[in-house]
């Protein structure tokens, strides 16, 4: 009988060199506590290693060293032997036969899916970056761990529901249990299976993704934008989240931006599809986020200080470069948004993200567009307007930043309207 006991080792120090020792896992509160075995006293601790047997043949992977996503990749190479294993004693090989009843083995199925995300190329002409990979990984793995589902027709809404509980429990934001949903749903369409269909009634009465209608879309106050972009220490990153503020851009429209993209005598910046050539014959395809282009009008003053970075630039084409001097996009700008909030004690201190990582929930990249949104409809732009320059499809999507109007600004308005009406006695005297 085959064996499907998977080990946990961890890589260790000691005076006779690295060793590699097991450990065991306790449950502590969300996450695990370790304890090494071993008479050895250590010296330095290294990565965690998996350890099964083929035969009597050990296998070995390693996995990291983070303790939790090791205990994640641990159960999971376990549901996969367990899989081998019943599959073999079946008769059947773990590959599903493409005539007959198609199961699709999750487990397996999430390998095949990450070594394609591993491959894939955004728009944009860049690749994934390994923590886009990471979180993959560890979402489905956490969501196999749940669910303890093996094979992809098994997966009820139920599995689904259970899992943004188990989330939600961990003290996760609602925003965040819907990101994780996202990814989610990515890989469980690979798999075959509608999670959007399973959630959501045809009729639309009822609706269970997470967050899904984003009720109140929630900008950065005025405050918070001064102090942030006073905490900005490099005049690239200053420019580049006023960038975000004044025109609404997305993230990748920002840093795919160049010089010849702005008209400086009209005043507008155009957002548009574009296959970008570098001098050393690299080439970028950028195609927005619908495939349309529109052009954003810059208020007078920030413009002036584009035309200033302009300058400064000499000969370079992209707005925002890389850290390195290479005229390419900048990337990682959600980093920046974290760590500037943070220096600016900007940061909630409450939220899990702050208090496990100091990275704030309530900072990053897209909320400055919900705020160019917001503030512009505040600020009396008609929605028409508002959308075109957003890049909206629809007008539903800018309605959203509509938001409720509690400002002083909206009391005046009232008395504007009504104010007269309300002081004027009624005709027939009656009521005074
Ligand atoms: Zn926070």
């Not at 296959?275 to 009008?297: D, M, Q, Y």
């Not at 009396?380 to 509509?402: F, P």
Request: hydrophobic share 35%; net charge positive; proline share 3%.
């Amino acid at each position: 009988m085959a064996n499907t006991t998977v080990s946990l080792l961890r890589y260790c120090k000691t005076a006779s060199g690295w060793r590699r020792m097991r450990v065991s896992t306790i449950r502590k509160g969300r996450g695990w506590n370790e304890e090494i075995k071993g008479s050895q006293s250590i010296i330095e601790k290294g990565e965690y290693q998996l350890r099964w047997f083929t035969g009597s043949k050990p296998k070995f992977k390693g996995v990291g060293d983070d303790l939790s996503a090791a205990v994640i990749a641990r159960d999971h190479q376990a549901s996969i032997l367990e899989l081998e294993k019943a599959a073999k004693a079946a008769g059947r090989s773990l590959v599903p036969d493409a005539g007959a009843k198609s199961q699709i083995a999750l487990a397996k199925a999430k390998d095949e899916f990450i070594k394609r995300k591993e491959t894939t190329v955004r728009r944009g002409g860049v690749p994934l970056c390994k923590k886009t990979i990471d979180a993959y990984e560890f979402i489905i793995g956490e969501f196999l761990m749940v669910t303890k589902r093996v094979y992809a027709d098994q997966i009820l809404d139920q599995d689904l529901l259970d899992y943004f509980t188990f989330l939600r429990e961990r003290g996760l934001e609602e925003r965040t249990v819907s990101n994780y949903y996202q990814s989610l749903s990515t890989f469980l369409r690979y798999c075959k299976v509608d999670s959007r269909a399973m959630l959501k009634k045809e009729d639309g009465s009822e609706d269970l993704r997470p967050d899904y209608d984003d009720p109140e879309p929630e900008p950065y106050t005025r405050e918070e934008v001064e102090k942030f972009l006073a905490a900005c220490d490099r005049e690239q990153d200053y420019l580049f989240f006023s960038f975000l503020l004044n025109t609404g851009a997305r993230e990748l429209e920002a840093t795919h931006c160049e010089f010849s993209d702005i008209n400086w005598g009209a005043g507008y910046v155009h957002f548009k599809n574009k296959t970008i050539t570098l001098s050393g014959g690299e080439r970028i395809v950028f195609r927005t986020k619908t495939g349309k282009s529109r052009r954003v009008p810059v208020e007078p003053g920030f413009l002036e200080k584009l035309k200033a970075w302009h300058k400064k630039s000499a000969g370079r084409r992209f707005l925002f470069p890389q850290d390195n001097g290479a005229d390419k996009p900048r990337t990682h700008y959600i980093d920046v948004c974290k760590r500037v909030a943070r220096d600016a004690g900007l940061t909630c201190g409450t939220c899990i993200t702050c208090l496990s990582k100091k990275r704030c929930e309530r900072w990053f990249l897209h909320k400055w567009r919900a705020t160019y949104a917001t503030w512009s409809l505040q600020g009396g732009i008609d929605i028409k307007t508002v959308s075109k320059r957003l890049g909206h499809t629809k007008i539903e999507m800018t309605a959203k930043y509509l938001g409720e109007d509690r400002t002083e600004g909206a009391l005046l308005k009232l008395s504007h309207v009504f104010g007269a009406s309300g002081s004027t006695p009624l005709a027939n005297g009656a009521g005074a």
